[in-house]
């Protein structure tokens, strides 16, 4: 009966042994991602400085392939505050890419490629922002000296059908 009862012994711990690693393997798998590492669209506003108007309000959309994150485009849409006669809002798009720093060197430097129109240069702030600069990495500031940024938002894309279809005392904003 001895036997017995060490066999039973010996195979519960063997079970119990066998169900705590099962357990611990469970805990030391990451959970899976819920998502990119990256954010597929980002959005900056802002305005900038202008010579003959009250200034330029800006609304730059930078879009990432969604399975590599690599820069995929970008849309900036500009409207001039107060100025005079003429056309006060433009659009541009086109594609950008991101040149990347040395170590211990300036921010990353946002390069945008218009369809039309000259290329526009953006560095990333450490809080997110986008400041602009000229090609030779000068920084844009406002007359008062202090630098003139995009700060991010978020991005806010066009109703899908199903939300578009919803009464309008139903539909989010």
Known sequence: MQTHDT???????ALLTMAMLVVLAGCSTPPPRSGPAFKPAERFVGTLPCEDCGGIRTDLVIHRDPETGRPSGFLLNRERIDA??????????????????????T???????PEIGRELYYERRSNGALQPV?????????????????EPRPVRFPPTTATAMQRPDTAED
């Open 7 to 13: 066999e039973q012994s010996r195979r519960l711990t």
């Open 84 to 105: 005079a006669g003429g056309e006060r809002t433009s659009s541009a798009w086109g594609s950008w890419e991101v040149a990347r720093p040395a170590e211990g060197k």
């Open 107 to 113: 921010p990353a430097r946002y390069h945008m490629t």
């Open 134 to 150: 000229s090609t030779q990495g000068e920084r844009l500031t406002g007359a008062d000296g202090r630098a003139v940024v995009l």
